[in-house]
């Protein structure tokens, strides 16, 4: 079991930064996969970023050098730094963890941050 709890989140005016955080507990956190995702009124969520166990990194293309995820594993913490921040990246933002095994998927959520970018 792994628990997740996202920080971070808030109000920010349309070309300004916002840190995210991640804090997990409960298992190894560095063997998962750990990703963000969004999701805004009225649509699906999305994958924004993804780091690997070994630390490489994939991004949305809506992202793709606005955002940067990182992870500190003696912290059982992963972050996304925000930047150049638009209206439309609006939304609420979940921390996911994800390890596949021989038995299956271990797939964990956090409870979501909100997000809004708005003058």
């Known amino acids: 079991q792994v628990q997740l709890v996202e920080s971070g989140g808030g109000l920010v005016q349309p070309g300004g930064s916002l840190r995210l955080s991640c804090a997990a507990s409960g298992s190894i956190f560095s063997i998962y996969f750990m990703r963000w995702y969004r999701q805004a009124p009225g649509k699906q969520r999305e994958l924004v970023a993804t780091?690997?166990?070994?630390?490489?990194?994939n991004y949305a293309d809506s992202v793709k050098g606005r955002f940067t995820i990182s992870r500190d594993n003696a912290k059982n913490t992963v972050y996304l730094q925000m930047n150049s921040l638009k209206p439309e990246d609006t939304a609420v933002y979940y921390c996911?963890?994800?390890?596949?095994?021989?038995?299956?998927?271990?797939?964990?959520w956090g409870q979501g941050t909100q997000v809004t970018v708005s003058s």
């Open positions: 780091i690997t166990s070994g630390g490489i990194t």
């Open positions: 996911n963890a994800y390890r596949a095994t021989p038995l299956g998927a271990n797939d964990y």
